[in-house]
């Protein structure tokens, strides 16, 4: 089983670089349950968003606040994944769960998704301090640049957050500060394996490519905050409330359970997309 604790060193290197890698950090077993549950769990596919890129083509993902009695719950809330995430924000307050997403990029199909930092999604929120902001990605199928891999500017979190707008129906950033950025920093493509986990600031700038390949990436994003990081303007609870930490066994050792309770966020709820315009695009 994976070791519970990061080595200064990495806890480190986070705050250098604004990304952690961790290899191995979920097992073969862990992931083949995580993949097959994304694939025949009905409520995670029924309740799939499909957003567009500036292309057009869709990229797809299902987004819920609460963690529950199910396998992706048990990830959420697992001790070795709120253990890193407290030593990577610091221990001044218990870590809360924002929101998870299931990353579904189909073969041929699987949209891009535009320069962003998630703070630039997040401060519609108004979450106060994007210092105690963390995202988590679990890959459960192989990350490479073939497939579409995020992309990451090492070091762009010390920028602070760039102004973002809209592009298709993702909020991208600034594009002349990404320019700099890339002329400034060093790009890296952040090639997974199925269990890796992949740790970035919120204001770290990435993108990700259009799958245009053979294979399938599908990946879950786990979203962390600090208990004292307050959102002004986030009506789900999950933000505020600390996580309820389950034993690493129970991703495999509990009894299966469907997502059909979650509290899935729909498209006409979410405030980043309430200016797009897609509602009178979708009706026309």
């Known amino acids: 089983m994976p070791s519970h604790t990061l080595t ?26 995580l993949y097959a549950t994304a694939i025949n769990d009905g409520a995670m ?14 990229t797809k993902l299902s987004l819920w606040f609460t963690p529950g009695n199910d396998v992706f719950g048990y990830l959420t809330r697992s001790q070795r994944m709120i253990s890193a995430v407290q030593q990577l924000l610091g221990d001044r307050a218990p870590v809360c769960h924002f929101h998870s997403k299931l990353m579904q990029k189909e073969p041929r199909v699987g949209g891009a998704w535009e320069w962003h930092q998630d703070y630039g999604y997040w401060y519609k929120n108004q979450f106060m301090f994007p210092d105690e902001l963390i995202s988590v990605m679990i890959a459960l199928t192989p990350a490479n640049k073939g497939n579409g891999c995020l992309q990451v500017i090492k070091n762009s979190h010390k920028i602070g957050r760039v102004n973002h707008g809209f592009a298709g129906e993702q909020v991208g950033a600034d594009m002349q500060m990404v320019n700099n ?8 493509y952040s090639e997974l394996d199925p269990g890796d986990a992949l740790f970035f600031h919120s204001n770290l700038l990435h993108r990700s490519e259009a799958n245009l390949s053979e294979h399938p990436r599908w990946s879950v994003i786990s ?9 002004y303007n986030e009506t789900s609870t999950s933000w505020k409330t600390p996580v309820d930490i389950v034993p690493d066994e129970a991703i495999l050792n509990w009894e299966a359970a469907s997502l059909s309770h979650a509290d899935f966020l729909k498209k006409e709820n979410d405030p980043a997309l309430k200016d797009t315009g897609w509602e009178r695009e979708v009706n026309h």
Request: net charge neutral.
């Open 8 to 33: 200064p060193e990495q806890v480190a290197l986070y705050h250098e670089q604004g990304y952690l890698i961790v290899r191995g950090f979920c097992t073969g077993p862990e992931v083949a349950r």
């Open 45 to 58: 596919q029924k309740n799939a968003l499909d957003l567009n890129d500036q292309t057009g083509k869709k």
């Open 181 to 188: 950025a890339l002329k400034t920093m060093e790009l890296v």
């Open 223 to 231: 979203c962390y905050s600090l208990q004292s990081n307050l959102a």
